[in-house]
């Protein structure tokens, strides 16, 4: 993925616009940081993407992929933007 600005961010991370070079699209990429973070902070963060991957409505943005950034502990998932 390649970043092309910062979208916003919270209290559980940022969001970023980037382009998905194998897709060849732009997607919004949910960045989930290690600092400060903790255990049941990462459940509710992967159980978001498990919950929002299935659906498929006009009104839901659609979630891609979930992964880890490499040589880190920084995971993210990618949804349409």
Do not use: C, I, W
């Amino acid at each position: 993925y390649e970043v092309v600005r910062p979208l916003g961010h919270g209290g559980m991370g940022a969001v970023y616009l980037v382009f998905d070079r194998q897709e060849g699209r732009q997607v919004a990429l949910k960045s989930f940081p290690p600092t400060g973070r903790r255990v049941e902070d990462l459940a509710h963060f992967e159980h978001e993407f498990q919950t929002l991957a299935p659906l498929r409505h006009p009104n839901v943005a659609e979630v891609y992929d979930f992964g880890e950034v490499e040589g880190t502990n920084d995971v993210f998932f990618t949804s349409e933007v």
